[in-house]
């Protein structure tokens, strides 16, 4: 019998010594009964060095500021033996090194028959890996919380249901509601009757493009004061692993846009127009100037008839009738000359 509990002892000495975190068995006094093969590989000690040792003065050997001494009412371990729970408490530490380390320690009571608390297990869980990528991923959210809170374009986001969930001071500006308005009401509101519905059907269809992403499309929001604007947006499904949580958009308002384009096709137009007008008077300067020869001889050659017949001649009344027609034809060609600026009407 006494063999049998001699092996079940060393089965749990193996057990303990396999334990994957630095773990000691103190007593309530929190003096040290037994330590695991990590833990005295952690701080590089015997277990001959630290067994009676308490659990503050054996941390101070490996940590700059170690902060649990025994009498401190806030030692988790007096809220153990008082509640007779385990409990845990996270700290930060500054190891021999100058290195800062976080650290899970977790308590657990061993009680015997009777339900006293005769030890207590204390676990050193290292989390410092995890806390420096928790505080990369946090600076990662802060840094996206700024790049969209001052991006110049709106951005909304909403759950399935329609409930506002971020917006940014632009879509504010650019709508006329403030987040807690908003967040009142349904994303709805801010597009024409059908609208929304109509952007979640395309995002969900690839044909539009690539799934849960709609490209950029020109809808009409509608303001707080009902006024109705032209925008840009794109627009995206917001995904946990493969379930739809949310969507986004993000909106650009195209009234400048709309408006320096009207200028621009106006201004277009009006070239247009001056081009016509100067082929026009291209057109007229080189028709006068084919007129204007054989007009030339006529009125020479006429007016030579003219003074050689005698004043009874029956014809020539109606040479004059030819000569005016000739000069109104002189006329004519000195304002189309003059309309295409190659000469004056005074000329």
Known sequence: MKKKILKEADWRIRVFDSLSFPTLILRPDRTVVSANQIFLQRIGLELDQ???KTCKEVFSRYFDNERLPCSDEKCPLSNL????ESCSVLRKVRSKNGEDCWEDRVFSPIKDFDGNIKYIMESVRDITRFKAMEKELSGTRELMTKVIFSSASAIIAADLKGKVILMNQASEALLGYS???????????????????????????????????LPITKVTVITKTGEEIPVEMTAAIIYEGDREVGTMGIFN???DKLAVEKQLQEAQEQIMQSEKLASLGRLAAGVAHEINNP??????????MLEKLEDNNPLKQNLKYVLEDANRCKDIVKNLLAYSRQSSPSS
């Open 50 to 52: 630290i067994i009676g």
């Open 179 to 213: 987040f807690d308005e908003l967040k009142k009401t349904n994303i709805k509101r801010v597009y024409q009757k059908g609208v929304a519905k109509d952007i979640l059907k395309k995002l969900r269809n690839d044909r539009y493009g690539e799934k849960g992403k």
């Open 253 to 255: 308002d195209l009234r």
């Open 81 to 84: 033996l008082k509640d007779g």
């Open 295 to 304: 007009l030339t001889g006529i009125l020479l050659y006429g007016n030579m």
